[in-house]
């Protein structure tokens, strides 16, 4: 099983490109707003997906957030710790790439073309939504195209924060459906003072 994870790990990153957008830094905590300003404050949000391969699709969600917590703003949107610019995979227990949100600033594009970002959902979120969203996270589960992946990962930060998928969405699965890993689990969350045993290259967030 060891010889074969290169080859999945550098199919992953043939199918899957990363671009930098000027953002907060990698791996940097998302400024947390104060309570009082929170309780009626709300964000608008998309949620968008693009095709990865066939009819399987990467999903992504677009927060804009009033002007008093534009450090909420930005996209969430997950992948593996093989496309962080702060984690060196190759020092996992496992040797692997493992199941984690993006950087903050980082993106996650198609090799090929542009993405088509279908619209799949329009919704308001409260702020503390949005600020649970935008989280970073480490998984305990390693990353598989057609295992638990980016999409199993969104659909458990939503569950998280309380935050509900359309249908449409989570009747996707399988590896015929548009969205492949959404019935998966990513695993537990690993605690971020636990991430440099997985490879972090950082101070904990």
Known sequence: MASVRPILFLLITTLIAIATEACAPGGAPTPEPKAEEMVEATCDCELRSWVVAGRGRHLF???DCPPEFDSLDGVVEFA??????????????????RNARMEIGERVFPPFGEPDNRLEASFELPV??????QRDRLYDSLYFILGPNSNSMMRAACESC???????????????GEFPGIDM????????????????LESSP
């Open 61 to 63: 969600i677009e927060i």
């Open 128 to 133: 503390n939504a949005a600020l649970c969203l």
């Open 185 to 200: 689990s990513p695993g537990d969350e690993i605690p971020a003072d636990q991430w440099r045993e997985y490879g972090w």
């Open 80 to 97: 593996n710790t093989a496309m962080r610019r702060d984690f060196d995979w190759t020092l996992d227990p496992d040797g692997a790439a």
């Open 162 to 176: 309380e935050v509900e998928l359309p249908e449409h969405i989570l009747n996707g699965f399988g590896v015929f």
